[in-house]
């Protein structure tokens, strides 16, 4: 979660670095946006079994996807929907998101490689020879103060909010043009 926030807040400052301005969010319309709420809150729901956990998961992607769907036509969506399509994937393939021990270890989350080795996850657990598409899975290490594992489809959601908040703030290129030729 801390590297969405990180990733909204450096998109804030692409955006004001690129000339827009966050009151133009007040013009932007955005389908369906309580869903997003929905997805994320089944994502954090504390379950005790595997198999309501996958349930809520899959429900929370379910969710998740008819947001995007419902969004295609703002800027950044069709990434938000790839990644959020790719997730699933693996999701589905694989009974949770296998996560490298490796990229754990080399982000600095050792307690979360001891975790999982000993407990396992509701929704993630330690990537196997077994498991599919783990190329997509959790594997890319981020270090420093975040200290995260993320999978290809997470970084493309990232860059699919990044480039919206980034659009949004610029607004349209003939709202653009207006504004410089007074």
């Known amino acids: 979660m801390l590297l969405l926030f990180g990733a909204i807040g450096i998109s804030v400052l692409a955006g004001y670095a690129a000339g827009g301005r966050l009151r133009r ?4 319309h955005i389908r369906l946006w309580w869903l ?7 994502q954090e729901a504390p379950v005790g079994s595997h198999r309501a956990a996958m349930a809520l998961l ?13 969004n295609l036509r703002c800027a950044g969506f069709g990434l938000i929907l790839l990644g959020l399509a790719l997730n699933w994937l693996v999701i589905a393939a694989n009974g949770g998101m296998p996560v490298s021990g490796d990229a754990l ?4 989350q050792a307690e979360a490689l001891q975790l999982l080795e000993t407990e396992g996850g509701a929704k993630h657990h330690l990537s196997t020879a077994e498991d599919n598409f783990i190329f997509l899975a959790d594997v890319i290490p981020v ?7 993320v999978s290809a489809g ?7 909010i990044g480039w919206y908040i980034v659009a949004t703030m610029r607004g349209p290129r003939d709202e653009r043009e207006d504004e410089g030729s007074i």
């Open 58 to 70: 899959m429900v929370s992607y379910v969710t998740l996807v008819i947001f995007a769907t419902a």
């Open 36 to 42: 997003v709420l929905l997805g994320l809150a089944l």
């Open 154 to 160: 997470d970084i493309l959601v990232y860059a699919g």
């Open 105 to 108: 270890a080399r982000s600095g």
């Open 143 to 149: 270090g420093g103060p975040l200290a995260q594992v």
């Open 25 to 28: 969010f007040e013009s932007a």
